[in-house]
């Protein structure tokens, strides 16, 4: 099971930084990636990185502002989210793609968490 943490409310401009890790089996082998889900909107692809952190993913929307990172000793992946927009409000899931890839989709997760919301106020 992935489990979600570090979400809250903010104003633009500040930073979070979101945690995922697990309560069973540990992910240091698999590829992690963020998606989100804004009110209204289809759960879109954020961030990924590879199993053993050298490759990393970003959606063109958060590149730049968003870094994802992995610490597999501690069995933990953190999207870290600087300059927040109000755009960036919405629910941040964690995924597992048991299958590694370059090209992410919500079709192709494997596992998710419940997610964390984020809120973003101008």
């Known amino acids: 099971q992935l489990i979600e943490s570090g979400g809250g409310s903010v104003q633009a401009g500040s930073s979070l930084t979101l945690s995922c890790t697990t309560n069973?089996?540990?992910?240091?082998?698999?590829?992690v990636g963020w998606f989100r889900q804004a009110p209204g909107k289809e759960r879109e692809f954020v961030a990924a990185?590879?199993?053993?952190?050298?490759?990393?993913y970003y959606a063109d929307s958060v590149k730049g502002r968003f870094t994802i990172s992995r610490d597999n000793a501690k069995n933990t992946v953190d999207l870290r989210m600087d300059n927040l927009k109000p755009e960036d409000t919405a629910v941040y899931y964690c995924?597992?793609?048991?299958?590694?890839?370059?090209?992410?989709?919500?079709?192709?997760?494997?596992?998710w968490g419940k997610g964390t919301l984020v809120t973003v106020s101008s």
């Open positions: 995924a597992v793609d048991l299958v590694e890839t370059t090209s992410w989709t919500a079709n192709g997760v494997d596992y």
């Open positions: 990185i590879n199993w053993s952190g050298g490759m990393t």
């Open positions: 069973g089996r540990a992910f240091s082998t698999d590829a």
